[in-house]
């Protein structure tokens, strides 16, 4: 969700009002992704190296955090639609945490689509706790693993092991980095870069990017010739 900065700054305003306003185009995708049929819609919304900002703007992230929350999970629920965080929540504010644990509890058994919100997450962070865990793992256990075997291993011991691994990556306001995202996950995702500053992306920018999703034929590897014979086993 990037640009909120950008998009305040061009109006004359404090860069924290770029990210009160990013919260509207939060609420915007997630009635589009309902609309659409996605099942899984994932924010990023405070990495790792977000904490090195100035503290006054990381306070109102985690307050605007907080009164979302508050806000939005009555509608979630109206909705059906299952809340849920992932990252190093233990450095978030007491306050927050809280917040996050009712809300996920809460929302637990609603199904039409679950928003994960990625708040202080870093791939980088992820890979390494999965392999100390991994690693934990073949220290008590003996014998051989294949090598999907040990795909499937390590990806259980990722912080995403409840989720999919992304079909489709929306960046926004014109950068084209993966910026310590899913760097696992992202394995076979396919990249959508957009130059709309996220306090401006509505339901016609989302609806641009899976159209353009749509035309991409996702071979994960294999040959064109080789998907179209077993049409059918790759999604569009
Ligand atoms: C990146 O833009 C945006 C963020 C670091 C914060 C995103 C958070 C929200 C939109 C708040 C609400 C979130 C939820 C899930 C309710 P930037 O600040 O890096 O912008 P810039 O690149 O223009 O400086």
């Known amino acids: 969700m990037d640009g909120n900065g950008r998009w305040a700054r061009q109006k004359g305003l404090e860069r924290v009002e770029g990210h009160k306003s990013g919260v509207e185009s939060v609420r915007s995708a997630v009635e589009y992704a309902v609309e659409k049929g996605v099942k899984f819609l994932s924010l990023f919304a405070f990495s790792e190296e977000n904490w090195k900002r100035p503290e006054s703007e990381v306070f109102v992230l985690m307050e605007l955090m907080v009164s979302a929350i ?5 509608e979630f629920n109206k909705n059906n639609i299952r809340f849920k965080v992932i990252g190093d929540r233990s450095r978030l504010p007491a306050k927050l945490q809280d917040k996050i644990s009712e809300a996920e509890r809460e929302t637990y058994n609603n ?69 310590n995202y899913m760097l696992w996950q992202c394995a076979y995702t396919e990249f959508y870069f957009t130059e709309v500053l996220w306090p401006d992306f509505r339901k016609i920018h989302f609806q641009a990017a899976l159209d353009a999703y749509s035309q991409r034929e996702r071979r994960f590897g294999k040959t064109g010739e080789q998907i179209n014979k077993t049409s059918g086993s790759y999604e569009k």
């Open 70 to 74: 508050i806000n939005e999970i009555p």
């Open 111 to 179: 199904s039409v689509l679950t928003v994960v919100i990625f708040l202080s997450y870093s791939g980088k962070w992820d890979i390494i706790t999965a392999a100390e865990k991994y690693h934990n793992y073949l220290s008590s256990n003996s014998g051989e693993l294949s090598a999907q075997e040990k795909n499937e291993l390590f990806s259980s011991f990722l912080s995403t092991s409840e989720i999919p691994d992304p079909d489709l990556l929306i960046r926004t306001s014109g950068e084209q980095r993966i910026s």
